[in-house]
């Protein structure tokens, strides 16, 4: 089975300092990720994903990831921070299992952007 | 917002009894996915229904039961419930569900309390 690794569970970053979360995974086949952002008492909202193609993957809110098949990661990057950008963040794969396409989440990584 | 309602958006209720959360999907997707969050498990799948039928199953516990009605909305059943099973509920939709890559859209969550 595939499983998502994010290493920091926490990340404090200076309001317009650049940020990146880490995202590593594992899986010996074909791979979809994605990355999700949960603001506080908020649900899940897509941040982007990578299906195939260019490994450099271009999200909403001048978010980036770059897909790294030889290191499986999933980086998640942004050049400059604002508070708005408090939130927590989960990488994901989708698996294949059963004959159906399933979700599988990291633990996620709180961003605490300080002013 | 992401078009996914999910009722109620909290409730409070005692160990051993049951309780009902409901979702109603995106107008349009067919799939509709349960996830538990909690703060020792992270973010876990627990069942996916496909147009009224069981599409895949994650960890959900036998205490636990869900359904998709012919109206597209779904209901997950917890019952007997354990001071263990505090946590955000969440649910999310997709259009045909069991796709490689598909993106799941995420309600806002059930917050329950166990005590």
């Known amino acids: 089975a595939q499983s998502v690794t994010q290493l920091d569970s926490q990340v404090p970053v200076f309001e317009e300092a650049p940020v990146e979360l880490r995202c590593n995974y594992s899986?010996?086949?074909?791979?979809?990720l994605f990355w999700y952002v949960q603001y506080p008492n908020q649900g899940l909202q897509l941040l982007l994903k990578?299906?195939?193609?260019?490994?450099l993957v271009k999200g909403i809110n001048g978010f980036e990831a770059e897909f790294n098949k030889s290191q499986t990661s999933f980086h998640l990057r942004k050049p400059s921070v604002h508070i708005s950008d408090t939130a927590e963040y989960f990488c994901?794969?989708?698996?294949?299992?059963?004959?159906?396409?399933?979700?599988?989440f990291g633990t996620g990584t709180r961003l605490k952007v300080l002013a | 917002d992401s078009g996914v309602t999910q009722t109620p958006k909290h409730l409070i209720t005692a160990t051993g009894q049951r309780v009902t959360l409901r979702c109603s999907p995106r107008?349009?997707?067919?799939?509709v996915y349960w996830y538990q969050q909690s703060l020792d498990q992270g973010l876990q799948f627990l069942i996916q229904?496909?147009?009224?039928?069981?599409?895949a199953k994650g960890n959900i516990l036998e205490r636990f039961s869900a359904q998709q009605f012919p109206d597209l909305h779904s209901e997950l059943n917890l019952s007997s419930l354990e001071l263990g099973d505090s946590a955000l509920y969440f649910c999310?939709?997709?259009?045909?569900?069991?796709?490689?890559?598909?993106?799941?859209?995420f309600g806002p969550g059930t917050r329950l309390l166990v005590l």
């Open positions: 999310a939709s997709s259009v045909v569900g069991g796709r490689a890559g598909e993106t799941q859209y």
């Open positions: 229904y496909y147009n009224g039928e069981e599409r």
């Open positions: 990578y299906l195939s193609g260019s490994t």
């Open positions: 899986s010996s086949v074909s791979v979809y």
């Open positions: 107008s349009g997707d067919l799939s």
């Open positions: 994901a794969v989708s698996e294949l299992g059963s004959g159906t396409y399933k979700y599988i």
